[in-house]
Nanobody, 124 residues
Framework: QVQLVESGGGLVQAGGSLRLSCAAS????????MGWFRQVPGQEREFVAA????????YYADSLKGRFTISRDNAKNTVYLQMNDLKSEDTAIYYC?????????????????WGQGTQVTVSS
């Protein structure tokens, strides 16, 4: 089992940047595919990015390619989401998640563990 705690959210102006972090407990962090999702109240949770266990494979939602970068540091049990050129439509609660299964997925119901979320608000 793993516990996830996100940080780094906040209020930023359009065009600005934020770096989200997600710290994981436990000794088996490198055995999980890690993902970032986001959710606006009243809407479904949306896939943002995922990263393979060793960090060599990364996948992004098509609409976010070029602006968002996912990375991980297995020595620190942490996954990051660097968000640049933020837009008002990026406003959401951002969640990190861990997938213990084989392979990896962009589907939220595939992920076994979730953090509590961190609010990102982009003002225009």
């Amino acid at each position: 089992q793993v516990q996830l705690v996100e940080s780094g959210g906040g209020l930023v102006q359009a065009g600005g940047s934020l770096r989200l972090s997600c710290a994981a407990s436990g000794r088996t962090f490198s055995s999980y595919v890690m993902g970032w999702f986001r959710q606006v109240p009243g809407q479904e949770r949306e896939f943002v990015a995922a990263i393979g266990r060793m960090g060599g494979i990364r996948y992004y939602a098509d609409s976010l390619k070029g602006r968002f970068t996912i990375s991980r540091d297995n020595a620190k049990n942490t996954v990051y989401l660097q968000m640049n050129d933020l837009k008002s439509e990026d406003t959401a609660i951002y969640y990190c998640a861990a997938d213990a299964g084989v392979g990896w997925s962009t589907q939220a119901d595939r992920y076994n563990y979730w953090g509590q979320g961190t609010q990102v608000t982009v003002s225009s």
